[in-house]
């Protein structure tokens, strides 16, 4: 594959925007990256949009932007979708399709919890209340308490560090620092999350332009932001050798192929953005990722060793958990952050990397689904460096 | 149909697949029903036409245990949405059954979190969960402490 780079990001501010127009939020989203990369519309040749919703696609909300006729295709990957357009825009970049590639993801949310708001057809799930995600992770939490001792204030924990991050976030949902104890006094969700624990229903866009070498020469300005490892996984098959619901073997079998594409490890990473839907999840990817060795993920956070000042910052963005989770945004906002960070653009927020001179590689991790095995069904792993040279 | 005749009894759905349980009859108690792998030996709920493990077509229907104990739990507190049936908050719960299948659904009985712990024993319930557009009286699967 040929080198793959970020030419330029853009976000809509994450939020609650009920009156706004899917395609404004789009449309902004776009622009910001083109600004940002010095191009126009007219120079994207082909197109991603990851999108949640019948009826949502990319032709639709991307017109507006003017008709170039650009090639558009539309991804739904649940919560994995935006990374899985960031994904396939870089396979097309690194292939030849295209010199410069777009990926875009948009959600606008109906309230409450994520997976209940439909009425559906009887079937067991729905009569079980199953596809609510937050019973899901009380069970993740459960387990993690159960076989590693994990307890509440941990998870409490995650939600003040991530919460306090996105105060520095100007494109946060919430901005607003959560002390321990009023994240653990708020309202039980699905024990033992509280409300606090548990990512928002958020409207929002994201947007990536990625380019080819030759388009980097062009428009990158001496700082090269350079995709050097993208991994993907589906459920694979693990016995009864991990606890249920399974969020680790997806994410280490991903992870573990993206270190060895990198040709590096999780000691070479000066940050890391991951899924914190809920709280339990950082502290359980933490150890997926190979942060920290399996039952050592708890001890991250009560020491700060993930905070923005911290051995290896992680959600310096605010997480989902703080900036928010428009499904098929989130993935591609994540690789926003990345580049702020790796070009020290991050401002009040920015990580200071292991040299302390700014940092130089991140990791995305941007997981989504739940299958009927209880594991996830699909998982985006990519890791970016910041050069001061083409390669 | 007229509106005199009587639905048939029916069991839901799970993961898409019809007939992943056994309603009690006159022969037989009601039982989960799920794939025994005739080639490697995994099981899976519900049954496949292929092995979850070794992906061979050698799946054959076989009841599994009624009896398993809790893997992880949740009580939940949040609305789950119209679609739901039963009292509100609810346990979920994840049945981990002798032949290490993991199952999930709610308990059919209201428990206190204080008696709820990671290898409680349950035991498969079935519960009328009431009827469908068509007029099924239709029936779930659930668990209850054994
Ligand atoms: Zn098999």
Redesign the pocket.
Known sequence: MEPVYILGVGMHPFGRYPDKLISDMVEDAVTDALKDAGLAWQDIELAYAANGQPGQHGQRFLRGLGLSGVPIINVENACAGGSSAFFSACMAVGAGAADVALAVGYEQMARGMIGANMARPMTHESVNGLFAMPGMFGMVARNLMHEHGVTARDLALVSVKNHHNGVFNPRAQYRMETPVEDVLASRMIADPLTLLMCAPTTDGAAAVVVGSRRAAARYANGVYIRLVAAAQRSEPYAGTEVSRPDIRTMTMQASRAAYEQGGLGPEDLDLVELHDCFAPAEISHYENLGLCAVGDGAKLVREGATNIEGRIPVNPSGGLLSKGHPISATGAAQICELTWQLRGEAGQRQVAGRSGQGPTIGLAHNPGGITASLSFAHVNVHILKREDALA | MTSSEKAPAKPLTTAGRPGAFMLPGAAAPAALLGGH?R??G?YDFPRGRF?P??S?A?MEEVPLSTRGNIHTWSTVYQDPGPSFVGAKPFTIVTVELPEGVRVVSTLSVAMPPEELRVGLPLVLDVVSVGSDADGNDCYDFRFRPA
Request: glycine share 0%; with cysteine; net charge positive.
């Open positions: 792998c080639s490697c995994a092995c493990r070794c061979a050698a």
